[in-house]
């Protein structure tokens, strides 16, 4: 049987030669041209760009590359995608010149993850019409602790995922810190190692929103100590971190999903407590994820849990310190040993007849 060597891909059409580019880095898509002419053209027309200063030898060829691209690219063509990861200091001009470059292209998903010494965001990424999902991290290299500020007047109209790592939240004219309200498609919130200032409560108001994610430093509680919801959508809530953070508001009764990682402080008044009232206003959720961390917060409280009688599974996820401190197999994780302690479970299952129990990694 004879076999022909038939360049099978190279006579796929270009949109589905672009869709599974789209899934590669810029750099070994670029050098895909020297194959044939038939290729010579085809990332010029890219919809997804995907950067990473970590792939080359300097961050002086990485900015040249990125600078070559931008210019060859098809102006034409809509931009889809830009992920941007940078290690070292990013220049506030080449910072702007990324979101300018992103906002001209009518970009759907910008991911931009740098350091950069600045004290906000380029003002005019707020106003973007076409942005869907919005993921940002900016780390402030002269002081590792100062965050950015998230600007009080946000005009994204599409906008259904916002991700936010070191960014500040400051109160609006009535006082109150209510930085999401104008999102009104947003279906996704996270929010990573953010503060508030000028107000007490962070206030999420949103009828769209369906996930919440929240992530504070592990033993550090000076964030904000309340979040006020008011999100009758929301339906999965996840927290990781120093457990000194309330949830409060009308429609916390929504949430259906919870995942909770949950650390002590050494300075920390009294967390259980404040991690047992959360869990207290989450008493109809149906299923319920915890870390061995948690467990070990909350065999700290001595009272009565008669809650979570629609609980319908109970996962316990153990992480990898955890394994150092047991010598029992990750499927043979039992209550009792040494990560979770003895009663606990049956403390949180005491009236959920019909959870059921799993362990994870």
Not at 114 to 129: A, G, H, N, Y
Not at 165 to 174: A, N, Y
Request: overall charge positive; proline content about 5%; hydrophobic content about 40%.
């Amino acid at each position: 049987m004879h076999i022909h060597d038939e360049d099978r891909i190279s006579n796929l059409p270009d949109c589905l030669l672009l869709h599974i580019l789209s899934f590669l880095k810029v750099e070994p898509v670029v050098q895909t041209c020297v194959l044939s002419k038939r290729w010579n053209n085809i990332w010029k027309h890219l919809p997804t760009l995907r950067f990473n200063s970590r792939d080359f030898k300097s961050l002086k060829a990485f900015t040249k590359f990125v600078s070559i691209i931008f210019s060859l690219r098809c102006s034409s063509t809509a931009l889809s995608a830009l992920h941007f990861v940078r290690s070292g200091i990013v220049e506030p001009h080449i910072l702007q010149w990324i979101v300018n470059y992103a906002i001209s292209h009518n970009v759907r998903l910008l991911d931009i993850d740098v350091r950069c010494d600045i004290k906000q965001f380029p003002s005019c990424l707020f106003s973007c019409q076409s942005l869907t999902s919005l993921h940002l991290s900016v780390c402030n290299r002269v002081c590792r602790g100062e965050r950015i500020l998230f600007p009080n007047s946000v005009k994204m109209p599409a906008l259904t995922t916002l991700s936010l790592r070191r960014f500040i939240f400051s109160s609006g004219d009535d006082g109150r810190c209510e930085p999401f309200s104008t999102f009104s498609k947003l279906n996704s919130l996270t929010i990573r190692y953010c503060k508030v200032v000028d107000a007490q409560n962070l206030c999420i108001s949103s009828l769209t929103l369906v996930n919440l994610t929240i992530q504070n430093f592990p033993y550090v509680n000076d964030d904000f100590r309340k979040v006020e919801l008011s999100s009758p959508s929301l339906s999965v809530f996840a927290f990781s971190g120093s457990p000194c953070m309330e949830l409060c508001g009308s429609n916390i009764s929504s949430i259906k999903h919870i995942n909770i990682d949950a650390r002590l402080s050494e300075n920390s008044v009294d967390p259980p407590s404040i991690l047992l009232s959360t869990l207290l206003k989450l008493a109809d959720i149906k299923s319920m994820t915890v870390t061995a961390d948690t467990l070990q917060t909350l065999s700290l409280l001595k009272m009565e849990f008669p809650f979570l009688c629609n609980l319908k599974s109970l996962t316990i996820k153990m992480t990898p310190f955890s394994y150092a401190t047991s010598r029992i197999p990750a499927t043979n994780f039992k209550e009792g040993s040494s990560c979770i302690p003895e009663g606990v479970v049956d403390y949180l299952l005491q009236n959920s007849p019909l959870a059921r129990v799993y362990f994870i990694e």
